[in-house]
């Protein structure tokens, strides 16, 4: 099937810093994007979401950018704290023809966010 | 956001045996979903859970190893049958509250096959 964000890359940064964490999505017919933070020990937990409408959306710190020409998913997190040490995963939603295809995400492999005090 | 519940939190079990896990939510909610997610690795749908249906399963995932159960709105089993080592993941519960809602996730069972 396709695929979304191949690579498991790290990144770390300073306490306060500005974090941007990128994602690339493969199926341009995708519509509703997510973004969603594990911690260790837990499962994901939703961060922020887009539908294909928007390029860009922001909640509390954060930011979700959605560029469809590139098929590119970024999101931006404000003042990172260590708290926000995690890995960060994108997820699409795939249409499916015949039905309803809410909720089956495809999900990207992650990145690993490392917040230094 | 609708809490879940998931039991257990993590097994470890010996290969030929089976496990039955449970996902219970704590308000009434519009689908259920069944996630793997294998070591290291992201996350992969399994199947969607239909209340008083059969389940329906994605490419690669068959009934009779993944039954599965939605008795009601709140509450669904996945059952892992026949283990073997390549099973050991985290199984993780997945639900929406209304079609246009986020998808959210329990804390997952981690399953060990030895």
């Known amino acids: 099937g396709e695929s979304v964000g191949l690579h498991l890359p790290t990144l770390s940064v300073q306490e306060g810093d500005n974090s941007i964490i990128n994602c690339a999505y493969s199926?341009?017919?995708?519509?509703?994007f997510i973004w969603y933070k594990q911690e260790s020990g837990k499962g994901p937990q939703f961060i922020i979401d887009i539908r294909s409408n928007m390029d860009k959306r922001q909640g509390q710190r954060v930011t979700v950018l959605l560029n469809k020409t590139v098929k590119h998913l970024s999101l931006q997190i404000a003042a990172t704290q260590p708290g926000d040490s995690a890995v960060y995963f994108c997820?699409?939603?795939?249409?499916?023809?015949?039905?309803?295809?809410?909720?089956?995400?495809?999900f990207g492999q992650g990145t690993i966010l490392t917040v230094h005090p | 956001s609708a809490v879940i519940s998931q039991k257990p939190s993590r097994d470890i079990c010996q290969r030929g045996t089976s496990l039955t896990i449970q996902c219970q939510v704590d308000?009434?909610?519009?689908?259920m979903f069944w996630y793997r997610q294998q070591p290291g690795q992201s996350l992969t749908l399994i199947a969607t859970?239909?209340?008083?249906?059969?389940?329906?399963?994605e490419s690669g995932f068959v009934i009779d190893k993944f039954p599965i159960s939605r008795p009601n709105l709140t509450f669904s089993t996945l059952t892992v049958s026949n283990m073997s080592p390549e099973d050991s993941s985290i199984y993780l519960c997945?639900?929406?509250?209304?079609?246009?809602?986020?998808?959210?996730f329990g804390n997952g069972t981690r399953l060990t096959v030895t």
């Open positions: 859970a239909n209340q008083g249906s059969e389940a329906t399963y």
């Open positions: 997945s639900v929406a509250v209304g079609l246009n809602s986020p998808l959210h």
């Open positions: 308000s009434q909610v519009t689908m």
């Open positions: 997820a699409e939603n795939p249409p499916e023809a015949g039905g309803t295809s809410y909720g089956k995400l495809t």
């Open positions: 199926n341009s017919a995708s519509d509703y």
